[in-house]
């Protein structure tokens, strides 16, 4: 994201795209935006004479798109987005609207009148941030259009007829493509080119600028306000929940027409930037000398304290001790967890200087999403992951070095123990045995909902997870679709022990446990395999057995859904993946194409992913029949 880096800012949400147009699905794609793709099932029917003016006739189209998606996901589909995006391209000319043609003949009534002249296209877009609050939708809305002019050439009959016949106009406004053979039309393009192709990329990506860090007032009349801001500006934000609050605050600041919050802390100290040894601020409040801070690399210098210390206050479990009662001051927290009084006030504080905790004058409080997410009884309490982080990936990541020179992963160097001894452990002391399953279970319940409605699995009667653990992603299967019977195969050691993390909760089909190895053990019979987090730890040959045993006794039509991070291309995003990598298991992590390939080789097909946006994506794919496949090998 070097050339726009506020859409940087979009990396942690679920992006939406409510449109099925290819161009705008590529666009978007092209400069590195993770979406999914949700056509919508507006129809474009608005009574056109009662728009002032035809820009507004697509914003609102436009407008209706993205609501009418929003509204199905949280709704149908019980998933809120995060943003809704949506656009609607018409032509204008001679005060006309044209949209798309419905048949040759109104694609020959289009064209013709476009013919030697100049017309207008206009693209009305809107972005739509969601939020659901007690299960109802929130919505706010944000809109522009752009407009382009064309001209066109004189287009004889024979010419317009032999264009119509191509049957490239029929899906496109004013009945042409001007990013193909429609291009031989034009004479001229006047302003964005891809507004005419359907999407308006840089004046979208102004309008993020815009909501995401809109200019301060004291330096705007100083500067030429037509460009998408620096780097540094974006990508030294971090991810998630800081994000939409920096959102929030600087929306509200942009209502108000005057700077507020931390806003205005840049302006208040403006009184003393005056001098020319201070450094001036640009639009977004950066500094723009020389000696501008770089934010992003402290913070990455950074880093390993703030896990250390959100490691360590897990470990010692005083977001358990503050959800029970609080507030508390450092000694009385001191004395409950039996530790020093002024490590655990610096503790403590560093908590809240990292926003998970709250202080005030009576003690500390734990935020919202310390009691979600870090109390070891919350909701989608990644308590487990975070210990297994601690004793598990952190030594392993001391001996990062040796590991980039060996190229090899660290466990004799971390925990004195070959990789093959370090697992077996696992299944012999109780303890890790637990605490590895709690790991396993804290992800895949904070995943399991975007696995299971990724994509829609209701015509599946059976499924089956290999490697399913304790169950999380089984038990959100069965309450999404009622009438798909689930199994959970995994080792007998671990089968024995998922009991205790079972919902208390009681369902009228429950899940069923088969313990089971997937590399040597019959599988269960089933119209859907699960592989979640499973293939990126094994090494190549390993897949071959389990994909190889998998596709033996998938069905023709049954179908086989993978859940991982799918790498972008370069393999260089999301960076949580890359990163995990780095711990040098004998697996790997993989692109869209990668896997497509790699289940295409084991007689799956008709593949389609779904990038989720965030900690895990979806890949389904279908069994091949046996004839077809074999052809093919
Ligand atoms: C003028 C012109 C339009 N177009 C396309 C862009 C849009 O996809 C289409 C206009 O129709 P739209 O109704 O804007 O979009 P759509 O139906 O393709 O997709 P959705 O409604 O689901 O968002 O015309 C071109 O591809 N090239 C061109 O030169």
Redesign the pocket.
């Known amino acids: 994201m070097v050339l726009s880096p506020v859409l940087g800012k979009l990396v942690s949400k679920r992006v939406v795209l ?4 290819p ?2 699905q590529e666009i978007l794609t092209n400069v590195g935006l993770r979406f999914e793709v949700v ?2 099932w507006f129809k ?1 029917t608005l009574e056109k004479s009662s728009f002032a003016a035809p820009y507004e006739y697509a914003i609102e189209t436009a407008k209706q ?1 993205a609501l009418e998606v929003a509204n199905r996901m949280h709704v149908k589909h019980l998933r809120t987005p995060d943003i809704v995006i ?4 018409i ?1 204008t000319v001679d005060e006309q609207i044209l ?2 043609p419905v048949d040759k003949q109104d694609a020959y009534r289009m064209l013709s009148r476009l013919s030697g002249k100049e017309h207008s ?1 206009f693209t009305g877009v809107v972005i739509i941030h969601c939020s659901s609050k007690d299960n109802q939708l929130e919505t706010e809305i944000t809109d522009f259009y752009e407009e382009t002019k064309v001209k066109f050439s004189d287009l004889s009959e024979e010419l317009l007829w032999e264009y119509i016949h191509s049957g490239e106009p029929m ?4 009945g ?4 193909a053979l ?1 291009g031989m039309l034009v004479e001229y393009v006047h302003g964005d080119f891809l507004n ?3 999407f308006p990329l840089n004046h979208f990506c102004k309008k993020l600028a815009e909501l995401y860090y809109p200019p301060l007032k004291h330096t705007i009349q100083h500067t030429k306000h037509d460009s998408i801001p620096s780097v540094d500006t974006f990508e030294s934000l971090s991810d998630g929940e800081s994000e939409s609050s920096s959102f929030k605050e600087h929306k509200g600041a942009s209502k108000l027409d005057s700077p507020s919050g931390v806003i205005c802390n840049s302006e208040n100290s403006s009184g003393v930037r005056t001098g020319s040894v201070v450094p001036l601020e640009n639009q977004n409040g950066v500094l723009d000398s020389a000696a501008k801070v770089p934010s992003k690399i402290l913070d990455l210098m950074d880093g390993f304290k703030a896990s250390k210390a959100l490691f360590v206050a897990s470990k010692l479990k005083m977001f358990d001790h503050l959800k029970k009662r609080s507030p508390l001051k450092a000694e009385d927290i001191a004395n409950e967890v039996g530790t020093s009084v002024c490590g655990t006030e610096r503790l403590l504080d560093a908590c809240a200087a990292l926003g998970l905790l709250e202080k005030t004058p009576q003690g500390y409080n734990n935020t919202d999403s310390a009691n979600t997410y870090l109390a070891s009884d919350g909701e989608y309490s990644l308590h487990g992951y975070i210990i297994h982080s601690n004793d598990h990936l952190w030594p392993l990541f001391t001996h990062l070095e040796s590991a980039v020179k060996e190229g090899s992963r660290q466990n004799h160097r971390a925990f004195g123990k070959k990789t093959e001894d370090l697992f077996n452990d696992y299944y012999q002391s109780q303890e890790v045995k637990q605490r590895f399953m709690a790991a396993m279970h804290s992800i895949a319940h904070l995943t399991a909902r975007d696995v299971a409605t990724a994509f829609d699995l209701s015509e599946f009667k059976t499924a089956c997870d290999l490697g399913g653990c304790t169950g999380a992603l089984a038990h959100e299967l069965i309450q999404i679709y009622p009438n798909m019977k689930v199994t959970v195969f995994d080792l007998p050691e671990v089968i024995a022990n998922s009991s205790c993390f079972q919902p208390s909760e009681q369902y009228t089909a429950p899940v069923t446990f088969v313990s089971g190895d997937f590399f040597t053990d019959d599988l269960p019979e089933a119209d859907l395999y699960i592989l979640s987090r499973v293939l990126h730890d094994w090494p190549d040959e390993k897949i071959h057995v389990l994909l190889n045993r998998i596709s033996t006794v998938c069905r023709p039509g049954s179908a086989l859904l993978v859940a991982e991070t799918v790498l972008d291309e370069q393999k260089t995003h999301p960076p949580r993946t890359v990163l995990q990598s780095l711990s040098m298991t004998e697996g790997k992590q993989r692109s869209g194409s990668e896997y497509k390939q790699l289940l295409e080789k084991y007689g799956f097909t008709n593949t389609q992913i779904k990038i989720t946006g965030n900690l895990l994506d979806t890949v389904l794919c279908f069994k091949k029949s046996q004839s077809s496949w074999h052809a093919q090998k």
């Open positions: 409510a449109s099925a147009s161009r705008r056509p919508s474009e798109k949506g656009a609607d391209t032509v949209e798309k296209v899906d496109k406004a004013g042409y493509g001007i990013q429609g005419v192709v359907g």
